[in-house]
DNA sequence: GCCGTTTTCGGCCCGACTGTTTTCAGTCG
């Protein structure tokens, strides 16, 4: 797929551009970046079937861009970016990732010092060779120490699931200074998305400066990036950043709107305040210096012909065009869950007993729980048929003495190279319901691994398709496949496929449910719990169908027990 | 270089903080 390469070298012209002083271009080129990034279809195979012309519509993409896709599909260069990278041979990625160093510097840096790399850099700031040059100076040198420092040690982003709690913690405690009259995050937390960068706070304050002071001092606080009257940025032990704003009373809609994004979707809501003649910052929609909007979201939205939309949909991909319709889904909300049918038990690899995980559920106001321990996984300690039926049995007996919840027997048998699964039919068929997944051989041809889904979705006893791509969030890439063949398979054989809800999963992704959503797939959102903890889970799977705009109808375990048995029968 | 509910030409999102060139460019979100 050269989707992917062509983006990385259309970013690097256009941080070229930005550094020649280049005005607009750099803006094009990024725009075309972010589309090839986002397309589904592979670039060079439109290019075969239908040639340039199979790139008219595609955002941002006009004559000159497309010139350059077309030479690079034929020549594996693109002679604009060869020049400009022979005039300034540098690791710009490398170099821009310290904080504080953009394409200004570092060229500077390579004009004047040959500096090329962050190897480099580091060994020239620590010779003191920065500090005397025109524009620089000795904080720009020590700041750029740490930042390789404080490089070296950050992670990247983080998993939704380990940042929020940390989040909320943060909130807690601002909520509590006498001084702060409100606090909210915004960002990609506010957002719900996978994997967060940093975390922002929003706050409305007399006393700013009282609240920038306390934030910069709170424990973990490793490193104060930036403090101001009202905004503030530091990095936390965990290697994470904070920012922190403050805003008046009267701004705090647009604030919020106005920090949490996503970027795509300001620039989109921007745009269309200025096609009506408005100004939008973070300070209000304006009319001349006239504020005609400001204190709440809803009435941001409103002045420009929108309804209010849900964080989770701000990532302009049509939610902006649906508002100004008024044709906004009605995504599923936190409280529609009923139960959950993936988890784990002491029987297999879980931490507690059914029962124990019956009454956790039970207090998280769940009307029912599945269970659904291992099969044959050796590593999972899996159950084979006999401990299936021993197991049925004890289930049995538990809803006959636990009240106010109803336990389901299940399993999460596995999908074998083949297609087959590991469990025979004639014992599938005793299970309220199957759950089948991929648990080996996650790296097989896309053509195969379909074929392999797909036979298995066949089995009259499969309801679910666990975690569809394997994925784990930064450390195992998705399994090739063709999704649009598995969900017409799904459609077909009635088979729902699954959002699970573990942070490091959440698979279905985001994109992957709307899809599923479209093709009119059923899903379910399961928490895979293999402790009673993990049941909690549950609203980052719910995160995930939100952003890809799922609905209760969608959404099988919005469903009371008596609706979801029928529908598993 | 791209694009059009004002436009095929003339725009392109907007503001805070930092450090240094002491008036603002560079960077960031």
Redesign the pocket.
Known sequence: MKNQELAKIFYEIADYL??E?V???P???R??ADTLESLEEDIAEIYKNKGKKGFEG???????????IEEYLKTGKIR?HQQLKKKTPINLGEM?????????????LYQKLGIRNLKELEKAARAHKI?P???????????ILE?IKFLKRSKGRFLLGDILPIAREVQSKLGELKEVEQVNFS?SLRRMKETI??V?FLVISKNPVKV?DFFVSLPGVVK??????????VRMAAGF?M?I?VVPHKSFGSALQ??T?S?EH??AT??I?????L?????GL?RGKKLVAGQTEEGVYKALGMKWMEPELRENQGEIEAALENKLPKIIGYQNIQGNLHCHSDWSDGKQTIKEMAVAAKALGHEYLGISDHAKLPIANGLNEKRFIRQMGEIDKLNKKITGIKLLKGAEVNILENGSLDIKDEVLKKFDYVIAGVHSRFKMGKEQMTERIVKAMENPYVNIIAHLTGRKIGERDESQIDLDKILRAAKEYNVILEINAQPIRLDLKDVNIRKAKEAGVKMIINTDAHNKNHLKFMEFGIAQARRGWAEKKDIINCYHLKQLLKFLK
């Open positions: 930005e550094m002083g005005a607009f271009k803006y094009a080129y725009k075309a595609l955002p941002g993409i006009g004559k000159g861009i497309t010139k350059a604009i821009s990732a310290v904080e504080g160093m953009g394409v200004k510097k570092a060229q500077k500090a040059l025109f524009g620089f100076g000795e904080k720009t040198e020590k700041n930042g960002g960068g940093d922002d920038m104060i990036w930036a403090k101001g009257n009202t905004k503030a940025s950043d920012d704003r106005y920090f994004g970027k300001n620039i921007r745009r305040a200025i096609s009506r003649g100004k939008l910052n973070e300070y304006f």
